[in-house]
């Protein structure tokens, strides 16, 4: 497992005390001590003063439990009394008499559209902030940004280091298009007041003295939708973001927060509801252990259920082959899968392109109506590395809650279970290795393929990966609408490496994908 920095220490120790909390049935209670705890003995200081740490704790605990935090804070209640709200909310939800029915499609355009929280609309109209006013819980966009951990990053420069020799060559000067660059007391000086950052005397300097300063979210947003305001802070626009969670995985003020489903995930857990997991194949390769254990570890948390999504994955590989063939033959130029919601969400927002996404649904919601069929009054739980699955669950009727490799993580340690001291369970026997490699880059295409093979088509079949969104693999995919690629099937992963490299995975992703080797191989040992 690598070696978490502290900004990961803090986030995952906060979800191992809500879990601890939540599991003991003393969240309303205890919530409000947390900040403390966490603060006291051995806490290394991170901003001016405790009270600040203290502050910022309880902020992240309120976007965990869902609460909207953007540029704002409530000063007067407690957490306890926001922790009833939730809780009330979720055991409302979680007692509803809901028996799934049919299958609804999503309406993709207006839940992105009414995701807009009303945080942006107040901060466009500038109103000023309450202090206060309750805090609103908003669970329909599961990524909310703390803008008081914002640290206002400077925007991206070239800077001049130490490494500056003054030398007699001064390529930065000769070689500046805007004569930004002058030596001032034998070192090299940049007018920003003339610099357009092109970064020129950074590739020409001999010492590398020269470098650049990025903002870490705007770097790593493929989207452009985390972007500084006026006053420096970054801000989070729902209707562009993708909700791939590199920002969430690169900030290193850890800014965005995600929210936590474990509140009701443990409420479903506690009303002794019948709770079915379903394990992601990435989420079978997070454990240094046989996967057959992870299943006995869930059960010993009190799933009633275990199941595995590499087996909807093998019917999405067979429906999506079939779909390809069809659509292939009636001249279409390329389909694009269609598993990772992040990509299916950045694919909705280029014209041209949304048309060639494959309808197959994902091995996750093919999956969550499979056992709904069978459950119809179960609480069905998804597990994976992954944060856009948070919203996909949310705009399928299926799933009642996802929640990350993080989550699971806090509820194992906060239960004292260890997963490689489980039972080994025998994994299903059906299930293809095809099925089970969805969760790294090119098994989705890998399984398609052979899918394709079964069906003895004469369309012949060119494939591409794309493995990890950027903004630069965006407008390539942008340019498809009007120069088609060639290849015929494309696979779109917004994390690099594919579902193992999620943005809530706790393994490694090199790791990740040995381990995910092993469990495709467990069964089937042909991939
Ligand atoms: S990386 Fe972005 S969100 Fe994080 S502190 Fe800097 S400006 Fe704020
Ligand atoms: S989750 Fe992804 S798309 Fe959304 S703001 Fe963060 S980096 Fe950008």
Not at 114 to 123: A, D, G, T
Not at 158 to 171: D, I, K, L, S
Not at 383 to 400: R, S, T
Request: charged fraction near 25%.
């Amino acid at each position: 497992m690598p070696r978490e920095d502290n900004r990961t220490k803090i986030r995952r120790d906060l979800l191992v005390r809500i879990a601890r909390l939540l599991t003991n049935g003393t969240i309303e209670e205890e919530i409000d001590a947390i900040p403390f705890d966490m603060t006291n003995e051995g806490w290394e200081q991170v901003r001016c003063c405790i009270q600040h740490d203290r502050a910022l704790l309880r902020l992240r605990l309120l976007a965990l439990m869902g609460f909207e935090v953007e540029g704002k804070e409530d000063v007067v209640r407690p957490l306890g009394y926001y922790a009833h709200i939730l809780m009330e909310h979720v055991s409302n939800m979680v007692s509803r008499e809901h028996v799934f029915s049919q299958v609804k499609e999503p309406e993709a355009k207006t839940e992105i559209e009414s995701s807009h929280s009303s945080v942006s609309l107040e901060r466009e109209a500038n109103v000023a902030v309450d202090l206060t006013a309750p805090l609103k819980l908003n669970d329909r966009f599961p990524l909310h940004m703390i803008t008081e951990a914002c640290n206002a990053c400077e925007g991206a420069r070239f800077m001049v280091t130490e490494a500056c020799q003054g030398c007699v060559a001064r390529p930065c000067k000769t070689g500046c298009p805007k004569d930004a660059t002058s030596i001032v007391r034998g070192r090299a000086y940049i007018d920003y007041e003339k610099c357009i950052n092109c970064g020129l005397c950074a590739r020409v300097c001999p010492f590398h003295a020269i470098v650049r300063i990025p903002v870490p979210c705007e770097e790593v947003c493929p989207v452009g939708a985390i972007k500084k305001g006026k006053d420096g802070v970054a801000r989070i626009d729902h209707r562009t973001c993708i909700l791939c969670g590199k920002c969430l995985k690169n900030c290193p003020f850890g800014a965005p927060q995600e929210q936590s489903d474990l509140f009701s995930v443990v409420t479903a857990l506690r009303m002794k509801r019948k709770v079915i997991a379903m394990l992601a194949p990435a989420a079978m390769a997070q454990f240094p252990t046989s996967p057959g254990r992870l299943p006995s570890a869930l059960r010993r948390i009190g799933f009633d259920e275990v199941v595995e999504v590499a087996a909807a994955a093998d019917r999405v590989a067979k429906e999506e082959a079939q779909e390809i063939v069809e659509r292939l033959s009636t001249g279409e130029a390329f389909v694009a899968t269609s598993c990772c919601p992040s990509w299916v969400r950045a694919a909705s927002r280029l014209d041209g392109i949304a048309d060639h996404v494959s309808h197959t649904p994902s091995p996750m919601v093919m999956g969550a109506r499979l056992v709904k069929e069978e459950n119809p009054n179960a609480f069905v739980v998804f597990i994976g590395p992954c944060l856009a699955k948070k919203q996909e669950g949310k705009e399928e009727e299926a799933v009642d809650a996802v929640i990350t490799i993080e989550e699971l993580g806090a509820l194992l340690v906060a239960m004292e279970i260890e997963v490689g001291e489980e039972e080994e369970l025998p994994l299903e026997e059906t299930i293809s290795s095809y099925g089970r490699g969805f969760g790294a880059s090119s098994g989705v295409s890998y399984a398609v393929l052979h899918a394709i093979d079964e069906l003895e088509s004469e369309i012949k079949i060119e494939h591409r990966v794309i493995d990890g969104l950027s903004s630069d693999s965006l407008k390539e995919i942008a340019r498809w609408s009007i120069d088609s690629p060639e290849s015929t099937l494309v696979e779109v992963m917004a994390c690099e490496g594919g579902c193992v490299g999620g943005p809530c995975a706790i393994a490694h992703p090199k790791t990740s994908k040995k381990l995910l080797m092993k469990y495709a191989g467990e069964v089937n040992k042909q991939v």
